[in-house]
């Protein structure tokens, strides 16, 4: 894992966008991995402001959606489909269609998760995935106590998550869904790289566990320790309680410029 500490979530979405911007250049066609949540925000902002100045464009590229709410209304604006198209999506230039995620109301939920999975194999896999990370270590969706193989799949969420989740439900915990479908921590890992953003205290330990400490179910984000890829971006407070903070700065002061993201 490489850990790069920034100032703020400017720097954040600039480098964030830096690594996107990077891998459309040497693949317009690239599959993008998209989370929602506000953690990739600035990248998300930092990239439609490179788009319209024509500085990256995605006309090419394809993007799936980490996850989405089980029985929210289509047109409900917190639909994980509806939020990333506002948060993202309808601000840079990805062709009609071409960004999808799994259909929370789907009839038939396995069938929906396993058609979900084969579409992400027969894009060719997610070249670069976006996430951000939950108070309590999930990724995703993949709350504690998830298989660090699952594919795309129904979860209950923790009353954690509901909680964290519930200021974009007028704060009413009630109107917050119990259920899910996210791509699996397998399906994550599938990705060829993976881009992590945490910012704010909130996420300290959540940080500190998925970076320093023994890979395990109850903090899901520990699977990316397995991963060959993977760049986990942060503020300063989310670094917070990273025990070799000083050994990541001196890094990616040092590191050769050729290496990139
Ligand atoms: C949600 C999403 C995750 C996201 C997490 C953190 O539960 N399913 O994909 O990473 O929350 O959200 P935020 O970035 O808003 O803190």
Same mark, same amino acid.
């Given at each position: 894992?490489?850990i790069?500490?920034l ?10 966008a ?15 991995g998209l989370?929602?949540g506000?953690? %990739?925000l ?6 439609a #402001?490179?788009c /319209? *100045?024509? &500085?990256?464009?995605? $006309?090419? !590229?394809? @993007? ?6 089980v ?13 990333i ?16 995620? %799994?259909?929370?109301?789907a009839a038939?939920?396995? #069938?929906?998760? /396993? *058609?979900? &999975?084969?579409?992400? $194999?027969? !894009?060719? @896999? ?64 599938s ?10 205290a ?13 890979v ?42 050729w290496?990139?993201?």
């Amino acid at each position: 894992m490489e850990i790069v500490i920034l100032d703020d979530a400017r720097d954040i979405g600039r480098l964030g966008a830096d690594a996107v911007g990077a891998l459309l250049r040497r693949r317009p066609d690239a599959v993008l991995g998209l989370a929602t949540g506000s953690s %990739p925000l600035a990248v998300y902002d930092e990239l439609a #402001a490179r788009c /319209a *100045a024509g &500085e990256v464009s995605f $006309a090419r !590229a394809r @993007g799936f959606t980490l996850d989405e709410y089980v029985g929210l209304a289509a047109d409900h604006p917190e639909s994980y489909r509806n939020v990333i198209d506002t948060a993202f999506v309808s601000r840079v230039d990805f062709a009609p269609g071409t960004v999808q995620g %799994p259909d929370g109301l789907a009839a038939d939920i396995p #069938a929906a998760c /396993a *058609a979900y &999975e084969a579409d992400i $194999a027969a !894009a060719g @896999g997610i070249d670069l995935q976006i996430l951000g990370i939950g108070t309590d270590g999930h990724i995703g969706f993949n709350e504690p106590g998830s298989s660090l193989a699952s594919r795309t799949r129904i979860k209950t969420l923790t009353r954690q998550t509901r909680l964290d989740n519930a200021r974009f439900f007028d704060g009413d915990l009630d109107a917050v869904p119990t259920h899910c479908l996210t791509q699996g921590l397998g399906t994550i890992m599938s990705a060829r790289h993976a881009v992590l953003i945490a910012t704010g205290a909130g996420k300290a330990e959540a940080v500190h566990q998925m970076v320093e400490g023994p890979v395990s179910a109850m903090w899901p984000g520990t699977v990316l320790q397995h991963h060959p890829h993977v760049t986990v971006l942060l503020d300063r407070a989310a670094a917070g309680r990273l025990q070799l903070a000083e050994y990541y700065r001196e890094t990616y002061r040092s590191k050769p410029r050729w290496q990139g993201l």
